[in-house]
C-alpha cells in the first residue's frame, strides 16, 4: 500500500511543481532546467560512482568492510534515476544524494536500524574434513538383477 501511494503522490507533486514553475519562470526555462538537470546528473553520477568504485577497490585491497562502498554505490545508481526522470522533486532528491555527507548520513540511518541475524563468510560456515571428497555420481546398470537383488553384469 506504501508503494501504491509513493507512486500516485511523486507523479502529481511532480505535476503540481511544473505547473507552478512553469507559471513562475516560462515553459522554456523550465525544460531547460530539467534537461541540465539530467545532463548535469549523469556527469556527476559518472564522478562519483568512479570515486566509489576506487573506495571499494581500496577496501576489497586492505580486506576492509566493503558494506559502506557497496551502499554508496548503490545510493548513487538510485539517484542518478532520479535525476534522469524529469521533475523537480526528484531532482532534488537525487541532487541531495550526491552530496557524500548526505549518503552517509543515510548509510549510518539505515546501518543503525538494522540487525544482522547471521553472517557467514565463504561457501560453508563449517571448516571441509580432510577425509572429506566432494563429488557427484550417477547410478545405472547394464545387466539385469536376479531374484536376491544382486547384479548379473554383462561383458561388453
Known sequence: MRLFLLFLT???CEIALFIQVGGMI????TLAIVILTAV???ALVRSQGLLVLSELRDSLHDLRDPTEPLAHGAM?????ALLLTPGFLTDTIGLSMMVPAVRRS????????????EFTYG????PPEADVVDGEFEEFS???VDERGIERRRTL
Open 10 to 12: 511523486v507523479p502529481l
Open 26 to 29: 516560462g515553459l522554456g526555462l
Open 40 to 42: 548535469l546528473g549523469a
Open 76 to 80: 548513487i545508481l538510485f539517484s542518478g
Open 106 to 117: 543515510a548509510f549510518r540511518f539505515v546501518r543503525d536500524r538494522l540487525v544482522v541475524q
Open 123 to 126: 561457501s560453508s560456515a563449517r
Open 142 to 144: 547394464n545387466g539385469s
